[in-house]
Protein backbone atom coordinates (compact mmCIF):
# COMPACT_ATOMS: atom_id res chain seq x y z
CA UNK A 1 0.00 0.00 0.00
CA UNK A 2 2.65 2.50 -0.90
CA UNK A 3 0.78 4.00 -2.98
CA UNK A 4 -1.72 4.64 -0.69
CA UNK A 5 -1.25 8.10 0.10
CA UNK A 6 -3.85 9.62 2.69
CA UNK A 7 -2.55 13.11 3.27
CA UNK A 8 -3.89 14.55 0.53
CA UNK A 9 -7.08 13.24 0.99
CA UNK A 10 -9.65 14.85 2.87
CA UNK A 11 -10.03 13.59 6.24
CA UNK A 12 -13.39 11.41 5.54
CA UNK A 13 -12.23 9.39 3.15
CA UNK A 14 -9.32 8.07 5.49
CA UNK A 15 -12.70 7.18 7.62
CA UNK A 16 -14.51 5.32 4.75
CA UNK A 17 -11.30 3.40 4.35
CA UNK A 18 -10.93 2.50 7.61
CA UNK A 19 -14.69 1.34 8.14
CA UNK A 20 -14.36 -0.63 4.62
CA UNK A 21 -11.15 -2.87 5.57
CA UNK A 22 -12.83 -3.33 9.07
CA UNK A 23 -15.47 -4.71 7.54
CA UNK A 24 -13.57 -7.25 5.51
CA UNK A 25 -11.95 -8.37 7.94
CA UNK A 26 -15.07 -9.02 10.01
CA UNK A 27 -16.57 -10.43 7.63
CA UNK A 28 -13.22 -12.62 7.25
CA UNK A 29 -13.25 -13.66 10.89
CA UNK A 30 -17.03 -14.70 10.83
CA UNK A 31 -17.27 -16.79 7.57
CA UNK A 32 -13.26 -18.33 7.87
CA UNK A 33 -12.38 -18.38 11.36
CA UNK A 34 -15.38 -18.33 13.45
CA UNK A 35 -17.43 -20.27 10.95
CA UNK A 36 -17.12 -23.95 12.50
CA UNK A 37 -17.44 -22.52 15.85
CA UNK A 38 -20.79 -21.06 15.39
CA UNK A 39 -21.73 -24.81 13.37
CA UNK A 40 -20.71 -26.46 16.25
CA UNK A 41 -22.49 -24.14 18.73
CA UNK A 42 -25.78 -24.36 16.44
CA UNK A 43 -25.56 -28.15 16.52
CA UNK A 44 -25.10 -28.36 20.13
CA UNK A 45 -27.59 -26.38 20.72
CA UNK A 46 -29.96 -28.72 18.26
CA UNK A 47 -28.96 -31.24 20.60
CA UNK A 48 -29.68 -29.47 23.20
CA UNK A 49 -33.10 -28.89 22.54
CA UNK A 50 -34.15 -32.48 21.20
CA UNK A 51 -32.50 -34.08 24.91
CA UNK A 52 -34.65 -31.38 26.32
CA UNK A 53 -37.56 -32.54 25.16
CA UNK A 54 -36.59 -36.20 25.64
CA UNK A 55 -36.92 -35.14 29.33
CA UNK A 56 -39.48 -33.78 29.33
CA UNK A 57 -41.52 -37.13 27.70
CA UNK A 58 -39.44 -38.75 30.38
CA UNK A 59 -40.65 -36.80 33.19
CA UNK A 60 -44.27 -36.89 32.08
CA UNK A 61 -44.17 -40.63 31.84
CA UNK A 62 -42.31 -40.31 35.72
CA UNK A 63 -45.65 -38.73 36.34
CA UNK A 64 -47.92 -41.40 34.87
CA UNK A 65 -45.62 -44.28 36.38
CA UNK A 66 -48.06 -45.14 39.04
CA UNK A 67 -51.05 -45.09 36.57
CA UNK A 68 -49.07 -47.62 34.47
CA UNK A 69 -47.94 -50.08 37.46
CA UNK A 70 -51.79 -50.16 38.38
CA UNK A 71 -52.84 -50.89 34.90
CA UNK A 72 -50.07 -53.20 34.47
CA UNK A 73 -51.15 -55.34 37.56
CA UNK A 74 -54.55 -55.34 36.30
CA UNK A 75 -53.86 -56.46 33.03
CA UNK A 76 -51.92 -59.44 35.03
CA UNK A 77 -55.02 -60.25 36.86
CA UNK A 78 -56.92 -60.59 34.28
CA UNK A 79 -54.33 -62.26 32.04
CA UNK A 80 -53.96 -64.75 34.95
CA UNK A 81 -58.15 -65.34 34.80
CA UNK A 82 -58.37 -66.10 31.34
CA UNK A 83 -54.89 -68.28 31.81
CA UNK A 84 -57.13 -70.33 34.08
CA UNK A 85 -59.84 -70.26 31.19
CA UNK A 86 -57.87 -71.14 28.50
CA UNK A 87 -54.73 -72.54 30.11
CA UNK A 88 -51.06 -72.50 27.60
CA UNK A 89 -50.39 -75.92 28.73
CA UNK A 90 -52.95 -78.90 29.00
CA UNK A 91 -52.62 -79.27 32.65
CA UNK A 92 -53.57 -83.27 32.59
CA UNK A 93 -53.07 -83.54 36.48
CA UNK A 94 -54.98 -81.08 37.24
CA UNK A 95 -58.07 -81.72 34.75
CA UNK A 96 -58.00 -85.38 36.34
CA UNK A 97 -57.70 -84.33 39.96
CA UNK A 98 -60.88 -82.40 38.95
CA UNK A 99 -62.52 -85.00 37.16
CA UNK A 100 -62.22 -87.13 40.44
CA UNK A 101 -63.25 -84.67 42.82
CA UNK A 102 -66.86 -84.55 40.65
CA UNK A 103 -67.03 -88.35 40.29
CA UNK A 104 -65.98 -88.47 44.62
CA UNK A 105 -68.92 -85.78 45.17
CA UNK A 106 -71.38 -87.99 43.42
CA UNK A 107 -72.99 -90.96 42.64
CA UNK A 108 -71.05 -92.07 39.70
CA UNK A 109 -68.38 -94.59 38.34
CA UNK A 110 -65.99 -92.78 35.83
CA UNK A 111 -65.32 -96.06 33.51
CA UNK A 112 -63.02 -94.61 31.02
CA UNK A 113 -60.86 -91.08 30.30
CA UNK A 114 -59.07 -91.06 27.19
CA UNK A 115 -57.35 -88.38 26.24
CA UNK A 116 -56.86 -87.83 22.42
CA UNK A 117 -54.83 -85.83 20.18
CA UNK A 118 -54.53 -82.15 20.05
CA UNK A 119 -56.55 -80.43 16.90
CA UNK A 120 -54.56 -77.00 15.76
CA UNK A 121 -57.12 -74.47 15.18
CA UNK A 122 -56.52 -70.62 14.19
CA UNK A 123 -54.81 -69.65 17.52
CA UNK A 124 -55.71 -72.29 19.89
CA UNK A 125 -55.99 -76.16 20.31
CA UNK A 126 -58.53 -78.78 21.06
CA UNK A 127 -58.31 -81.27 23.30
CA UNK A 128 -60.96 -84.25 22.60
CA UNK A 129 -61.12 -86.32 25.95
CA UNK A 130 -63.09 -89.58 25.49
CA UNK A 131 -65.26 -90.07 28.88
CA UNK A 132 -67.66 -93.17 29.88
CA UNK A 133 -69.62 -92.84 33.24
CA UNK A 134 -72.21 -94.76 35.45
CA UNK A 135 -74.36 -93.24 37.00
CA UNK A 136 -78.40 -92.49 37.93
CA UNK A 137 -80.15 -89.97 35.71
CA UNK A 138 -80.04 -87.42 38.13
CA UNK A 139 -76.47 -88.02 39.23
CA UNK A 140 -75.51 -87.53 35.98
CA UNK A 141 -77.45 -84.25 35.14
CA UNK A 142 -75.61 -83.03 38.15
CA UNK A 143 -72.23 -84.04 36.90
CA UNK A 144 -72.84 -82.18 34.15
CA UNK A 145 -73.96 -79.17 35.75
CA UNK A 146 -70.82 -79.27 37.95
CA UNK A 147 -68.62 -79.80 35.05
CA UNK A 148 -70.15 -76.48 33.33
CA UNK A 149 -69.08 -74.94 36.50
CA UNK A 150 -65.51 -74.94 35.84
CA UNK A 151 -63.23 -72.49 35.29
CA UNK A 152 -61.72 -73.80 32.68
CA UNK A 153 -63.89 -74.14 29.21
CA UNK A 154 -64.83 -77.65 28.85
CA UNK A 155 -67.18 -78.56 25.98
CA UNK A 156 -69.45 -81.86 26.43
CA UNK A 157 -70.02 -83.64 22.47
CA UNK A 158 -71.66 -86.97 21.09
CA UNK A 159 -73.30 -87.62 24.18
CA UNK A 160 -74.74 -91.34 23.83
CA UNK A 161 -76.54 -92.88 26.77
CA UNK A 162 -77.92 -96.32 27.34
CA UNK A 163 -79.77 -97.65 30.28
CA UNK A 164 -77.69 -100.42 32.30
CA UNK A 165 -78.72 -103.91 32.42
CA UNK A 166 -76.50 -105.09 35.52
CA UNK A 167 -79.13 -106.34 38.62
CA UNK A 168 -78.26 -104.56 41.91
CA UNK A 169 -76.13 -101.98 40.46
CA UNK A 170 -77.01 -98.78 41.96
CA UNK A 171 -76.23 -96.68 38.31
CA UNK A 172 -78.66 -96.88 35.99
CA UNK A 173 -77.21 -95.16 33.16
CA UNK A 174 -74.04 -95.45 31.16
CA UNK A 175 -73.28 -92.36 29.03
CA UNK A 176 -70.50 -91.68 27.19
CA UNK A 177 -69.09 -88.35 25.54
CA UNK A 178 -66.56 -86.52 24.14
CA UNK A 179 -65.08 -83.76 26.65
CA UNK A 180 -63.14 -81.25 24.79
CA UNK A 181 -61.52 -78.80 26.05
CA UNK A 182 -59.12 -75.66 24.61
CA UNK A 183 -55.38 -74.61 25.15
CA UNK A 184 -54.34 -71.23 24.14
CA UNK A 185 -51.76 -71.19 21.36
CA UNK A 186 -49.33 -73.91 20.55
CA UNK A 187 -49.60 -77.40 22.63
CA UNK A 188 -47.17 -77.12 25.18
CA UNK A 189 -46.08 -80.13 27.31
CA UNK A 190 -46.56 -79.33 31.40
CA UNK A 191 -43.21 -77.52 32.53
CA UNK A 192 -41.77 -77.06 28.98
CA UNK A 193 -40.34 -73.86 28.56
CA UNK A 194 -42.66 -70.69 27.45
Given at each position: ?6 EN ?7 IL ?7 LIW??E?YL ?11 T???QV ?6 E?K ?7 Q????AE???TE????L?I???A ?10 K?L ?23 E???N?Q ?6 ELA??F?RL??F ?9 A????S?R????T ?5 T ?9 KQE????
Amino acid sequence: MAGLDLENRPWYFALILGVVIAGVLIWAFENYLFSDIQKDIKARTNDLQVLQGKVREGKAAEARLPQFREEAERLETELNRLLRILPTAKQTDELIKKIKSLTERGNFRLVTFQPQGFVKKDFYSEWPINVQLEASYHELALFFDRLSRFSRIINVETLAAGALSKRGSPYTISAGFTMKTFIYGDFKQEGAPR
